[in-house]
């Protein structure tokens, strides 16, 4: 099951197939095109010793937006399918790869292509930041996920994701940066 909780993630494997990916995309950038965004690796799989689903994140963080057509075109051409903005603006692209091939095989990579003054970007980078940093905010998340992975159990990939709302730091987070409640939570 491509969507199966794992409470130990490859961490060194999943973040160099992400840098792989990066630079795949750079590859097709002109140096203009590469200085207009910062590359961020997001999610469970950027987080060393979290728990999780075996399908990485990313973010192409633009001060200016929207990307020029060339960036959007490596993006395609390096396999990725644009699925349209996310919930919470038209300013948070969102594109998904199924990977072939290796330990990832079959699984799904999502990259966000948003403004860095976006909240949920904020959002994710904090979350990584602080579970990297600080015990307290690992621990929470972690337990916020464990339990959320019983809504996977039942096949329940939303209900997941809403479930881990439940995070103490997540809720701190969604109200620094007014992040509101009432639009489902893609953590």
Request: with cysteine; proline share 5%.
């Amino acid at each position: 099951d491509k969507n199966k909780f794992h409470m130990e993630l490859p961490f060194d494997d999943i973040k160099a197939f992400v840098e792989e990916e990066r630079d795949k995309i750079l590859s097709g950038l002109t140096d203009k095109d590469k200085e207009q965004f910062v590359w961020e690796h997001v999610g469970s799989t950027a987080i060393k010793g979290m728990p999780g689903t075996m399908h990485p994140d990313a973010m192409m963080l633009f001060r200016e937006f929207p990307p020029s057509q060339s960036t959007v075109s490596a993006i395609i051409d390096n396999g990725f399918r644009f699925m349209g903005p996310g919930p919470f603006s038209t300013d948070d692209l969102w594109f998904f790869k199924t990977i072939s091939g290796g330990f990832l095989d079959g699984h799904k990579m999502k990259l966000h292509v948003t403004l860095e003054s976006f909240g949920p970007s904020k959002l994710l980078l904090e979350t990584k930041r602080m579970c990297n940093e600080e015990p307290w905010a690992f621990e929470d998340y972690k337990n916020a996920k464990v339990e959320a992975a019983k809504k996977l159990e039942e096949g329940d990939m939303m209900g997941y994701k809403m479930a881990k709302g439940s995070s103490k730091l997540l809720q701190q987070l969604e109200a620094k940066y007014g992040i509101k409640k009432n639009v489902k939570n893609v953590s």
